[in-house]
T-cell receptor, first 116, second 115 residues
Framework: DSGVTQTPKHLITATGQRVTLRCSPR?????VYWYQQSLDQGLQFLIQ???????AKGNILERFSAQQFPDLHSELNLSSLELGDSALYFC???????????????FGPGTRLTVL | AQKVTQAQTEISVVEKEDVTLDCVYE???????LFWYKQPPSGELVFLIR??????QNEISGRYSWNFQKSTSSFNFTITASQVVDSAVYFC????????????FGTGTRLTVIP
């Protein structure tokens, strides 16, 4: 158990709909990352938040957005869903570094999204 | 631009054989970090190791060992005396020292250990 929790575990919805994926980082971690894993694109970084602020953006579509709340949990919102958005969405968190070193990321169990 | 290449898509070995998973990376940064993750059939991503670019010491953890060679931009992973529980997809990943700390993943190597 990594200590990172994600809900729901599975989500089935229709094209055009909007869904929200939720993530709680490990206790004390300020950084949250979202990744998408699909058969054709592999594992891709979407977005990072640090202590409530957006830190970095990757290959995130404009239809997708995220936020991190004061209690540090994060939500990934996916709207106007398309068949191609079907994927496994992972959240990860990492410890805060005072030395500037990059720490390992611990991943949640993922949310499997199926768009029909 | 950063890139991680795992040329081996699938590997099958018989239990108790040794197996090496290859990882070759590209980055312009002089400070970077390399990782290996395991994704068993259950789907979660399990952290195995992190290596900093300024630390070329190889590492051994039980049946697992890692060989980091900056001269060839490689970070290979060896499993000794493989077991059925080692069957999984293994990902090599890179994080650059400047800018964002996100991970760039390779395409993964699916390892099947046959009993």
């Amino acid at each position: 158990d990594s200590g990172v929790t994600q809900t729901p575990k599975h989500l089935i919805t229709a094209t055009g709909q909007r869904v929200t994926l939720r993530c709680s980082p490990r206790s004390g971690d300020l950084s949250v990352y979202w990744y998408q894993q699909s058969l054709d694109q592999g594992l891709q970084f979407l977005i990072q938040y640090y202590n409530g602020e957006e830190r970095a953006k990757g290959n995130i579509l404009e239809r997708f957005s995220a936020q991190q709340f004061p209690d540090l949990h994060s939500e990934l919102n996916l709207s106007s869903l398309e068949l191609g958005d079907s994927a496994l969405y992972f959240c990860a968190s990492s410890a805060n570094s005072r030395t500037g070193l990059v720490n390992e990321q611990f991943f949640g169990p993922g949310t499997r999204l199926t768009v029909l | 631009a950063q890139k991680v290449t795992q040329a081996q898509t699938e590997i099958s070995v018989v239990e108790k054989e040794d197996v090496t998973l290859d990882c070759v990376y590209e980055t312009r940064d002089t400070t970077y970090y390399l990782f290996w993750y395991k994704q068993p059939p259950s789907g979660e991503l399990v952290f195995l190791i992190r290596r900093n670019s300024f630390d070329e010491q190889n590492e051994i953890s039980g049946r697992y060992s890692w060989n980091f060679q900056k001269s060839t931009s490689s970070f290979n992973f060896t499993i000794t005396a493989s077991q059925v529980v080692d069957s999984a997809v293994y990902f090599c990943a890179l994080s650059e020292g400047t800018g964002a700390n996100n991970l760039f993943f390779g395409t993964g190597t699916r390892l099947t250990v046959i009993p």
